[in-house]
């Protein structure tokens, strides 16, 4: 006897996509059967998806929940992004069912309270999440040890910087000699980096010469971070991991078309190294920043040019880009347009709820992507690299039951006031071919035909392992 069965004709599964009956009991699937082939007094409940797209629910490798974001006034006092509990929310909604955020380590911090205090802030949440360690600064040698033991505790994933960003955010970059001994840890002991990479001398070189210029409106900001900065600074991160055998990287956030193309050499002579972009780059260039309040297009690095926007959707079919991910900072609209320089324009915003659905909207309705690459770049492979599948992103016997129900026949436009964020977003307007009519997390139907039906702390922290195949290169 099945707690339920979920029957439909486009069932995304590993093996392709069928007319499938997919059944659960407990949190977990129990089988994937021919469609019908479990008779309906087989289970408690049997839900007819019909021609609908059921899928393993979405995963977004990259938030920030409860992040601070600073004040702009000398004294004024810090705005914090929304917490885990309300991000959450409308990720299930919006048919997303992990997540992984950050624990940022603080100078005198050991790991292990760099995690508990992050737990704190986590303690709420409707979905299963997990952490990248971020360093920054000058992390002491005795830290190595410690990423080494967090690695195998089940935190294998490292976030380092290579820049640090804004000139008020000094101390963020780390530089490349420690770098150099924590790609070694990560080497000996099977994790994986993740790079925001830009080159920092670029970067602050080019704040300099828009102040001289008077040229400080975050119009600019495309000449701040640009594709030189991403060329020079991915390809020299690249470079000190082919010196040490086993280190495995993950490009965060690849915005231009010198990314794509580092990652695609480094690849083509074994590098394993894989992509991640944003939605905001797939769809949005530096002429949105001069629509009204452009800011709340932007993200760090910069939005670029049309041309690098194609590069990163063939990116994505080539197999260099490999996660679509969001660099979510949920804060209200009059937080997010404060800044209005180049240097005080906050990064990162609301887009974890409608990710889903923009994407197939963009991959399969408009440029024929079949249903499992577009399901490859919201899910499953961002479990394949992060060490979750198929306990994650795979609709499969022994899989976690983490379920989204897409349904084409919930066409709509984007409006802030659907969504359960906060009071904008940059998708007002945007056109979508299709919806989430249910997500289950583990079993449990959290959001059924618009309704809520999640309680709190119901969310699970993962553990987790790089596989082999991730760190040799030769996955995806």
Known sequence: MFDSIIRGNRVVTPNGVQAADVAISGETIQAI???????????????????KIVMPGGIDPHVHCAWHIPALEEGGEPSMSSPPSKVSEA???????????????????????????????????HIDWAYHLMLRGDPPPELLPQIAESIQAGNPTVKIFTTDITPSRVGRMVDFGDIWEVFKVLSAEGGLGVIHAEDNDIVMHMYDKLFREGRTSFHNLSEVHNTLSEDLSFRRVIRL??????????????????????????????????????????????????????????????????????????????????????DEVCCNLSVKTQGVRIDDTSGGNSGVEPRVAVM????????????????????????????????????????????????????????????????YTPWEGHEVTAWPSLTMLRGKIMVEDGVFHAQGGEGRYLKRKIPMEVIEGSAL
């Open 33 to 51: 059967g021919a469609h019908g082939g479990f008779a309906d007094d087989s289970a408690g409940r049997v839900i007819d998806a019909g021609d």
């Open 91 to 125: 990720a299930l909604f919006g048919g997303t069912t992990t997540m992984i955020d950050f624990a940022f380590w603080e100078p005198g911090e050991t790991v292990e309270q760099t995690f508990a205090r992050r737990d704190v802030e986590w303690g709420d949440c």
């Open 241 to 326: 991991a082919e010196n040490i055998p086993g280190t495995a990287l993950y490009m965060m956030h690849v915005s231009a078309a010198t990314g794509v193309q580092a990652i695609s050499e480094a690849r083509a002579r074994g590098v394993p190294i894989y992509g991640e972009t944003l939605h905001q780059y797939m769809m949005f260039t530096e002429d949105d920043y001069k629509r009204e309040n452009g800011q709340i297009y932007h993200t760090y690095p910069s939005l670029k040019s049309k041309a690098d926007q194609g590069a990163l959707w063939d990116g994505t079919r080539e197999g260099n880009i490999h996660v679509v991910a969001t």
């Open 360 to 423: 197939y909207t963009e991959m399969v309705t408009n440029r024929g992507y079949t249903l499992e690459r577009f399901v490859d770049l919201v899910s499953s492979n961002a479990a394949r690299i992060m060490g979750l599948y198929p306990r994650k992103g795979a609709l499969a016997a022994g899989a976690d039951a983490d379920i989204t129900i897409l349904d084409p026949a919930l066409r709509r436009t984007v409006r802030k006031e659907d969504l359960h964020e906060t009071d």
